[in-house]
């Protein structure tokens, strides 16, 4: 393997370990992992899940488009849902693929099959 070769794949390694941060494995045998949202306390907890819940009710109801009446508080916070969604996009994530890209630019390919003829 080439001097640069190997110096691109160390730093896909440290970047790895860097970047990927937003899922984490569990620690059993089905080899699942989780993702973390933070909340300020169960009040906060209870609302997402409310919220996710109201939403969910609405986009299931095409045509009445509406939390029943049974539902003290109707409105939907969506900044709160969009919030955790915030929480949970891999963005780090994103950085590495980035700098994979950098690492490994689209041409590049093509110059390796060229060199390698």
Known sequence: METNEIEKLETIKRLTSNCLSTLRPVNDKRKIHSAEIKVYDYYELASVIR???????????????EVPNTIENKSIDVGLILGIALQLFPIDEFELLNEISILFPADSKKEHEIINK
């Not at 919220?51 to 488009?65: F, Q, R, S, T, Y």
């Open 51 to 65: 919220n996710l819940m109201k939403l969910c009710i609405v986009a299931l109801d095409h045509d009445g488009a």
